[in-house]
Protein backbone atom coordinates (compact mmCIF):
# COMPACT_ATOMS: atom_id res chain seq x y z
CA UNK A 1 0.00 0.00 0.00
CA UNK A 2 1.14 3.36 -0.88
CA UNK A 3 1.99 6.03 1.52
CA UNK A 4 -0.80 8.27 2.19
CA UNK A 5 0.88 11.79 1.50
CA UNK A 6 1.72 10.53 -1.51
CA UNK A 7 -2.33 10.28 -2.44
CA UNK A 8 -3.60 13.34 -1.56
CA UNK A 9 -3.34 16.76 1.27
CA UNK A 10 -5.57 16.73 3.98
CA UNK A 11 -4.47 19.32 5.27
CA UNK A 12 -7.10 22.01 6.54
CA UNK A 13 -5.59 24.67 3.99
CA UNK A 14 -6.09 21.44 0.98
CA UNK A 15 -9.38 20.44 2.11
CA UNK A 16 -10.47 24.69 2.22
CA UNK A 17 -9.65 25.13 -1.02
CA UNK A 18 -11.41 22.08 -2.45
CA UNK A 19 -14.59 22.87 -0.55
CA UNK A 20 -13.95 26.39 -2.35
CA UNK A 21 -13.40 24.76 -5.86
CA UNK A 22 -16.41 22.30 -5.47
CA UNK A 23 -19.06 25.64 -4.42
CA UNK A 24 -17.56 27.54 -7.76
CA UNK A 25 -18.23 25.07 -9.39
CA UNK A 26 -21.36 25.02 -12.64
CA UNK A 27 -22.35 21.90 -12.59
CA UNK A 28 -21.77 19.31 -9.87
CA UNK A 29 -19.68 16.17 -10.80
CA UNK A 30 -21.36 12.26 -11.28
CA UNK A 31 -20.69 9.81 -8.92
CA UNK A 32 -21.99 6.36 -9.47
CA UNK A 33 -23.74 5.90 -5.83
CA UNK A 34 -25.29 3.26 -3.76
CA UNK A 35 -26.45 2.81 -0.44
CA UNK A 36 -28.04 0.45 2.49
CA UNK A 37 -29.90 1.47 4.77
CA UNK A 38 -31.68 -0.15 7.36
CA UNK A 39 -33.31 1.36 10.06
CA UNK A 40 -36.00 -0.71 12.20
CA UNK A 41 -38.11 0.85 14.52
CA UNK A 42 -39.76 -1.03 17.22
CA UNK A 43 -41.52 0.53 20.68
CA UNK A 44 -38.46 2.56 21.49
CA UNK A 45 -35.48 0.57 20.14
CA UNK A 46 -34.22 1.81 17.23
CA UNK A 47 -31.67 0.11 14.81
CA UNK A 48 -29.54 1.89 12.24
CA UNK A 49 -27.22 0.28 9.67
CA UNK A 50 -25.87 2.77 6.84
CA UNK A 51 -23.24 2.13 4.31
CA UNK A 52 -22.96 4.55 1.05
CA UNK A 53 -20.11 4.56 -1.46
CA UNK A 54 -19.25 7.12 -4.18
CA UNK A 55 -17.16 5.88 -7.24
CA UNK A 56 -15.47 8.17 -9.97
CA UNK A 57 -12.95 7.51 -12.74
CA UNK A 58 -9.60 8.85 -11.59
CA UNK A 59 -9.16 10.80 -15.02
CA UNK A 60 -11.85 12.91 -13.86
CA UNK A 61 -10.03 14.44 -10.70
CA UNK A 62 -6.30 15.78 -10.49
CA UNK A 63 -6.11 14.61 -6.80
CA UNK A 64 -7.33 12.15 -4.38
CA UNK A 65 -8.07 14.81 -2.11
CA UNK A 66 -10.10 16.60 -4.90
CA UNK A 67 -11.94 13.58 -4.81
CA UNK A 68 -12.51 13.13 -1.06
CA UNK A 69 -13.88 16.36 -0.83
CA UNK A 70 -16.77 15.80 -3.97
CA UNK A 71 -17.34 12.82 -2.27
CA UNK A 72 -18.26 14.23 0.80
CA UNK A 73 -20.15 17.23 -0.55
CA UNK A 74 -21.97 15.04 -2.39
CA UNK A 75 -23.07 12.80 0.24
CA UNK A 76 -25.98 13.99 1.85
CA UNK A 77 -25.43 12.42 5.17
CA UNK A 78 -28.38 10.41 5.44
CA UNK A 79 -26.71 8.49 8.47
CA UNK A 80 -27.93 9.04 12.12
CA UNK A 81 -24.66 10.44 13.45
CA UNK A 82 -24.47 12.60 17.19
CA UNK A 83 -21.82 14.84 15.99
CA UNK A 84 -21.74 15.69 12.11
CA UNK A 85 -18.85 15.01 9.78
CA UNK A 86 -16.88 18.19 9.24
CA UNK A 87 -13.41 18.52 6.66
CA UNK A 88 -11.07 19.49 9.30
CA UNK A 89 -8.60 17.74 10.81
CA UNK A 90 -8.87 14.66 9.17
CA UNK A 91 -6.43 11.77 9.35
CA UNK A 92 -5.75 8.49 7.08
CA UNK A 93 -4.73 5.96 8.58
CA UNK A 94 -3.90 2.23 6.63
CA UNK A 95 -7.30 -0.03 6.60
CA UNK A 96 -6.36 -3.57 6.74
CA UNK A 97 -7.72 -5.92 3.84
CA UNK A 98 -9.11 -8.38 5.87
CA UNK A 99 -11.43 -6.07 7.97
CA UNK A 100 -12.13 -4.78 4.64
CA UNK A 101 -13.64 -8.07 4.03
CA UNK A 102 -15.32 -8.08 6.71
CA UNK A 103 -17.01 -4.74 5.83
CA UNK A 104 -18.03 -5.18 2.91
CA UNK A 105 -19.75 -8.29 4.00
CA UNK A 106 -22.23 -6.39 6.00
CA UNK A 107 -22.96 -4.43 2.77
CA UNK A 108 -25.01 -6.77 1.20
CA UNK A 109 -27.70 -4.66 -0.48
CA UNK A 110 -24.75 -2.61 -2.40
CA UNK A 111 -22.23 -6.28 -3.01
CA UNK A 112 -22.56 -5.33 -7.14
CA UNK A 113 -20.95 -1.88 -6.47
CA UNK A 114 -18.36 -2.60 -4.50
CA UNK A 115 -15.04 -2.83 -6.01
CA UNK A 116 -13.14 -6.25 -5.98
CA UNK A 117 -10.89 -6.14 -3.15
CA UNK A 118 -8.06 -8.01 -5.00
CA UNK A 119 -8.22 -4.79 -7.34
CA UNK A 120 -7.31 -2.10 -4.63
CA UNK A 121 -4.60 -0.77 -4.62
CA UNK A 122 -4.70 1.56 -1.54
CA UNK A 123 -7.12 1.65 1.19
CA UNK A 124 -7.23 4.08 4.06
CA UNK A 125 -9.99 5.16 6.94
CA UNK A 126 -10.32 8.86 7.32
CA UNK A 127 -10.20 9.83 10.70
CA UNK A 128 -12.88 12.22 12.03
CA UNK A 129 -15.08 13.77 14.78
CA UNK A 130 -17.82 11.75 14.19
CA UNK A 131 -19.67 8.45 14.33
CA UNK A 132 -19.81 7.94 10.57
CA UNK A 133 -16.84 5.71 9.18
CA UNK A 134 -14.80 6.78 6.27
CA UNK A 135 -12.75 4.70 4.07
CA UNK A 136 -11.00 5.52 0.73
CA UNK A 137 -10.45 3.26 -1.91
CA UNK A 138 -8.21 3.04 -5.11
CA UNK A 139 -8.13 0.70 -8.06
CA UNK A 140 -5.75 1.20 -10.89
CA UNK A 141 -8.25 3.21 -12.54
CA UNK A 142 -11.37 4.43 -9.71
CA UNK A 143 -11.55 5.89 -7.06
CA UNK A 144 -14.17 4.80 -3.98
CA UNK A 145 -15.56 6.75 -0.73
CA UNK A 146 -17.14 4.80 1.32
CA UNK A 147 -19.46 5.18 4.06
CA UNK A 148 -20.67 3.45 7.16
CA UNK A 149 -22.48 3.50 10.25
CA UNK A 150 -23.82 0.79 12.23
CA UNK A 151 -24.76 2.37 15.42
CA UNK A 152 -27.00 -0.86 16.66
CA UNK A 153 -29.08 1.63 19.26
CA UNK A 154 -25.73 3.38 20.43
CA UNK A 155 -27.42 6.73 19.43
CA UNK A 156 -30.71 6.27 20.44
CA UNK A 157 -31.31 5.01 24.03
CA UNK A 158 -33.78 2.82 25.04
CA UNK A 159 -36.79 4.92 27.10
CA UNK A 160 -37.67 4.10 30.39
Not at 7 to 19: A, E, H, T, W
Not at 30 to 55: M, N, S
Not at 111 to 133: K, R, T, V, W, Y
Request: with cysteine.
Amino acid sequence: MENIDMIFDLSNQNLQKQIDIFHGLKSKPFFCIAEDIDVHILFFKRKDKYYGIRTVEKADYSSGSEFLVNSFMIEELRAHVTKNLVLRNLKAENFPIHELSSLFSRANKIGEHLPNIGDIQSCHIIENSSDLNWVFLEEKSKYHSLFWSASESKLFRRCA
